[in-house]
C-alpha cells in the first residue's frame, strides 16, 4: 500500500493535463486523487459546498409534512413538503442543543427534537419550546430552522448551500431538451433504498456513466441487452452534466415502452438516457422506468449511497392487482439491486487496487468519454487557472 507519493499540487496538475486534452489522448487520473485526503478537503469546499445536489424525487415526499433526511458536505437536512405542497429544506440540527431532528423518511404534522421536545411547524418555525419562561429575552418567534436553497427539476428535488449558484433550470436546459419527452416527473417512485461501499466516490461516479464495463462486470443482468456500439455521446461538453443514450434489444426484460405510452415514437420507445449530473446525481432514464443514485461521500474511502427506482404512470397502471403489484416491482428491485451488487464488487476493487504500489493510469476507450468530460469538471472546480 502507497503514502501519498504526489502532492495534491502535482495531482491537481496532472488533472488538468489531462482533462485538457483531447479524448483519444486521454488516460485516467492517477491513483491517489482517489484517496488523498487533501484532495478530498478540497472537494467539499469547491464542490459539495458549492453545487447542486439531488436528496432524491419530490414525488416521494407527495404530502404535506412527508419528509426525508440528507446531507450536504456532511451538513444534515430535511426536505419536507409544506402546507401549500412546496417542498423546502432546512437544517436538520435543532436550534436549542444541537440535536439532530428526523431521521430516515416519513411523515410528521411538526418537527419535533427527540431531545427536548422542541417543535418546528413545516415551514421551520419554531412553535414549541417548553420550560423557557425564565430564560430572559426567549422569544420563539423569532427562531427558525435555516434554510437550504431547494429547486425542483423535472421531477428531482436538488439543495445547495450556495446563495450564488446559478439555478437549475438554466445549469439543466440542454439535457431537459433531451429527458422531457419521458416526462419523469409522473414516474412512480417503488423503492428507496440507502448503503454505505467501500470506495471513493469519484470511482462509483466514473463507473456508473461508462457502458464499456457493462458486457463484462453486467454480463449477468444489463449487458446483453444492448450494443457497445450504438452508445450515442452529444456532440457538446457541458459545464454540469453529461449523457449518453444507448438503445436496448428486443431481448431486454426492462427498457421498452409500454403499449399504452402514447408520447414516445419511433427509436425513443427503446432508447434510455443515462444523465449524471456532477457532481453525484446519476440515473437511467428508461421508457419503462427509472432507477438513480445519489452519493455522499464520507472521507476517501467510503460512499453513503441513496438508491431508488421508479416507474413510468402506464406501467403502474398496468399493476391493477395488489399481489400482481407486489410481484412484479419485487422483480424489478431484486433485478437492480443485483446491478448494484455487481458494480460494488468492481469499484470496491478498483479503490483497493488504487492504493497499490503498481497501480498507474491506463488509456481511456472512445466508451470512456464521459469519464473524460467528469476530469474537465473536476478540473473546472480544483485546478487553479484551469482553462480547458
Not at 459539495?48 to 426525508?68: H, M, S, T
Not at 452529444?234 to 454540469?240: A, L, R, V
Request: charged share 20%; glycine share 6%; with cysteine.
Amino acid at each position: 500500500m502507497k503514502n501519498n507519493a504526489l502532492s495534491s499540487k502535482s495531482l491537481l496538475n496532472h488533472l488538468g493535463k489531462i482533462a485538457g486534452g483531447s479524448l483519444p489522448d486521454a488516460t485516467g487520473a492517477e491513483p491517489e486523487l482517489y484517496w488523498n485526503e487533501d484532495i478530498a478537503a478540497a472537494e467539499e469546499q469547491n464542490i459539495f459546498r458549492k453545487d447542486w445536489v439531488c436528496p432524491g424525487l419530490a414525488a416521494e415526499i407527495p404530502n404535506q409534512g412527508d419528509y426525508l433526511t440528507f446531507s450536504i458536505a456532511g451538513e444534515p437536512i430535511f426536505c419536507i413538503r409544506d402546507k401549500l405542497g412546496n417542498v423546502k429544506s432546512y437544517s436538520n440540527v435543532c436550534r436549542h442543543r444541537m440535536m439532530q431532528l428526523l431521521d430516515g423518511s416519513g411523515t410528521t404534522a411538526r418537527v419535533v427534537c427527540p431531545y427536548h421536545a422542541w417543535s418546528y411547524d413545516l415551514n421551520g418555525q419554531l412553535i414549541g419550546a417548553g420550560h423557557m419562561e425564565q430564560s430572559n429575552g426567549f422569544d420563539k418567534s423569532k427562531i427558525c430552522l435555516p434554510e437550504i436553497r431547494t429547486e425542483i427539476w423535472n421531477g428531482w428535488i436538488y439543495v445547495t448551500l450556495n446563495p450564488k449558484a446559478e439555478n437549475v433550470r438554466d445549469l439543466l436546459a440542454p439535457l431537459h431538451k433531451v429527458v422531457e419527452r419521458y416526462q419523469m416527473q409522473n414516474y412512480v417512485p417503488v423503492v428507496n433504498e440507502s448503503h454505505t461501499w467501500q470506495t471513493n466516490w469519484k470511482l462509483l461516479t466514473e463507473n456508473f456513466m461508462e457502458g464499456y464495463h457493462l458486457p463484462v462486470a453486467h454480463k449477468a443482468t444489463v449487458g446483453a441487452w444492448f450494443s457497445l456500439n450504438e452508445t450515442v455521446f452529444p456532440k457538446e461538453t457541458y459545464d454540469s452534466f453529461t449523457y449518453q443514450t444507448f438503445m436496448k434489444t428486443g431481448d431486454a426484460v426492462y427498457g421498452q415502452a409500454h403499449p399504452d405510452n402514447t408520447t414516445l415514437k419511433d427509436e425513443w420507445r427503446n432508447t434510455s438516457v443515462l444523465p449524471t449530473v456532477f457532481p453525484s446525481h446519476m440515473y437511467v432514464l428508461a421508457p419503462d422506468h427509472l432507477w438513480y443514485l445519489s452519493l455522499r461521500p464520507k472521507g476517501v474511502g467510503e460512499v453513503d449511497i441513496r438508491f431508488g427506482v421508479a416507474i413510468a404512470p402506464e406501467v403502474d397502471a398496468m399493476l391493477s392487482f395488489a399481489d400482481e403489484r407486489r410481484d412484479w416491482i419485487g422483480s424489478l428491485v431484486t433485478f437492480f439491486e443485483h446491478v448494484n451488487k455487481e458494480d460494488r464488487k468492481v469499484v470496491e476493487g478498483i479503490y483497493a487496487g488504487s492504493r497499490s504500489s503498481f497501480a498507474a493510469p491506463g488509456q481511456l476507450s472512445w466508451l470512456e468519454r464521459e469519464i473524460h468530460d467528469f476530469q474537465q469538471y473536476l478540473a473546472r472546480r480544483l485546478v487553479p487557472n484551469y482553462q480547458g
